[in-house]
């Protein structure tokens, strides 16, 4: 048989290092469907119950695996779904690549069955590269093209493929004029500032008595260099979202995650730093920074574009963070004095005393927050958490404590419901022998994880660990908004959009053959997490917990204050609420009361 168009793409793919897909079929994509399955076992494709959790795949196997993500649709709706999921790769930067189907090349501009601009629908999502292959000898520059720039520029790139091409006898561009020939490969730059930049950017931390640094996403790969500039420095290291695993949290200078998910530690660091060193974030809460011109500002990051835009820096330095402090580090000087350290580590242990009171108050019937601190004493070695949007992201961020080795991540620029699940079995593919466990809210269950409860149990006899837990923290409210409403706007609970049904989620993971546990008990959440720890297939937890524990920001203004009193006069839930918020206030004084 002649080699297709179908059948050369694949091959194109697999000299480029591609093993996995996450997809799902149609009519769109049958001729390259096709064609991957004469690949025979070259590639794996993963089956998802919908599109957009295949992207979410995607964007989550590029994230704990630093490789290119690919996901795969047909046209139309198809196409369509793949969109947030995308969103989410390009906001937190991460390669992707999106094939989708089109209708046949005769049958574009006659507004045909499921023909879609899909040029335009995802010039966004893939700016930097969304072509439409019109001829086969095309294929290969576009193949390449599409996969360098999403690697070599982190960015989502789209190949659209008509129907009616897929099956065509491939053709290798000609040697005449109009006709381009390229090739597989690309090799990872390591950028360093010039030295009199790296400089100026140590005189600036040299100088500073209380310098406190941010960590993103862009240092996961630099833990060594941040500890040792930190020790140098006698700095203090908060951490944003998705830096969550760049430093563990038994270090007594790391105050822990950051804004209005963040600790109070973290929040003191940068009202009272003197010097803010930044790397490989793009932390948005400005108001969680220090105040402008509080503190001298150095910022690392491999993307000009988010340089100085948080926080007006004096040193802006494009680079790779791991080798811009290798080089860095002979620069600074060590700072004998250990006073700042000293109060760093006050403030940790005296978060850490509320962070358990507030766990172990009252609530009714679980507080949510002592899920997170029981699994946190008992997470495996080399785990991998995922957390979703909402407000178990609150609790992810501030009471799970990670360890060395460790993995996680959720989605951040995005913030995305229903990406804690997907993000879990991604994981779980690119490392089927390291324990794997998602936090998830009830709405983010019902929006569209619990589908994937069934892709979950379809592939877990092919790992080689079969710990993946899912965690459902089940309230029958959309928790995060809800709070958002009484503290941002001072309106009561609107009960018509905030309650929704209580779904037995451990009832439902039984019937298709995963284990179901069921805990409404405070004395039962430790034992629930060893059972599923020790369980000898995937586990769904269903925590019947309090809706009316507040997520309380670190620090709370007189605006936000005044809102939520306001809110109460007509809150469905005001009795609840009231005692719960004065239990979470006063925890800390008032321990078990």
């Not at 480029?16 to 690949?39: E, S, T």
């Not at 006050?346 to 679980?366: F, H, L, M, Y």
């Not at 929006?447 to 592939?459: G, H, R, S, V």
Request: charge should be negative; proline fraction near 6%.
């Amino acid at each position: 048989m002649a080699e297709t168009v179908g059948d050369f793409f694949w091959n194109r793919l697999h000299e480029w290092g591609v093993r996995r897909i996450f997809g799902y079929p149609g009519d769109g994509i049958n001729g390259l469907l096709g064609a991957l399955d004469r690949q025979g076992d070259r590639f794996e494709f993963v089956q998802v119950r919908h599109e957009e959790m295949a992207a979410f795949m995607a964007s989550a196997h590029a994230k704990f695996t630093g490789e290119l993500g690919v996901c795969m649709a047909t046209s139309g709706p198809g196409a369509s779904h793949l969109l947030t999921g995308l969103y989410d790769a390009r906001l937190d930067h991460m390669p992707v690549l999106a094939i989708v189907g089109q209708q046949a090349r005769t049958a574009i501009g006659a507004h045909y069955q499921q023909e879609l601009d899909l040029n335009a629908a995802f010039k966004d999502v893939a700016g930097d590269f969304v072509q439409t292959a019109i001829v086969p000898a095309q294929v290969r520059h576009l193949v390449d093209r599409a996969v360098r720039i999403a690697t070599a520029r982190r960015r989502v790139t789209a190949l659209i493929f008509p129907n009616d091409i897929q099956d065509e006898p491939m053709e290798q561009p000609p040697r005449a004029h109009g006709a381009v020939f390229s090739g597989v490969g690309w090799s990872k730059p390591v950028t360093v500032p010039a030295g009199p930049d790296l400089q100026r950017a140590a005189e600036v931390l040299n100088a500073g008595s209380k310098v406190a640094i941010l960590v993103g996403a862009g240092a996961k790969d630099a833990t060594d260099e941040v500890i040792a500039v930190a020790e140098r420095l006698g700095a203090g290291a908060a951490k944003a979202l998705l830096g969550k695993q760049v430093l563990p949290d038994d270090l007594p200078w790391v105050t822990g995650s950051i804004g209005l998910l963040g600790t109070k530690p973290s929040y003191d660091l940068m009202i009272e730093c003197d010097t803010l060193l930044m790397l490989g974030s793009g932390f948005p809460y400005s108001e969680f920074l220090p105040k402008e011109g509080q503190a001298r500002g150095v910022q690392v990051d491999i993307d000009p574009g988010m340089l100085s835009i948080r926080y007006p820096m004096e040193c802006n330095l494009e680079g790779d963070v791991k080798a811009t402090l290798e080089a860095l580090l002979p620069l600074l000087r060590h700072k004998a004095d250990d006073g700042w350290r000293e109060k760093i580590a006050g403030w940790n242990k005296s978060w850490q005393k509320t962070v358990e009171a507030r766990a172990n108050a009252a609530a009714d019937p679980i507080n949510p927050q002592k899920l997170f601190t029981e699994l946190s004493t008992r997470l495996p070695e080399r785990a991998i958490l995922t957390s979703d949007s909402g407000s178990c992201a609150n609790w992810y961020a501030r009471d799970i404590k990670i360890r060395r080795g460790m993995m996680c991540s959720l989605s951040g620029g995005l913030a995305s419901m229903g990406a804690a699940v997907p993000y879990a079995i991604a994981a779980k593919f690119a490392y089927p022998d390291r324990p794997v466990i998602a936090l998830v809210g009830d709405g983010a269950m019902q929006m569209n994880n619990m589908a994937e409860l069934i892709t979950i149990a379809k592939y877990m006899n092919g790992w080689a660990n079969r710990t993946l837990i899912v965690a459902v923290l089940n309230n029958e409210d959309l928790n995060q908004v809800t709070w958002e409403q009484r503290v941002m706007e001072g309106n009561p609970r609107f009960d018509a959009s905030q309650s929704i049904p209580n779904v037995p989620y451990h009832e439902f993971a039984r019937s298709i053959g995963l284990d179901g546990i069921y805990v409404d008990e405070p004395e039962q959440v430790g034992p629930a997490w060893d059972r599923a720890l020790a369980s000898n297939k995937p586990a769904v937890i269903n925590f019947k917990v309090d809706p009316s524990v507040p997520p309380l920001p670190p620090h709370i203004n007189l605006g936000q204050a005044k809102h939520f009193m306001f809110s109460l006069a007509g809150d469905s839930e005001r009795g609840s609420v009231i005692v719960d918020t004065a239990r979470q206030v006063m925890a800390k004084i008032l321990p078990g009361e």
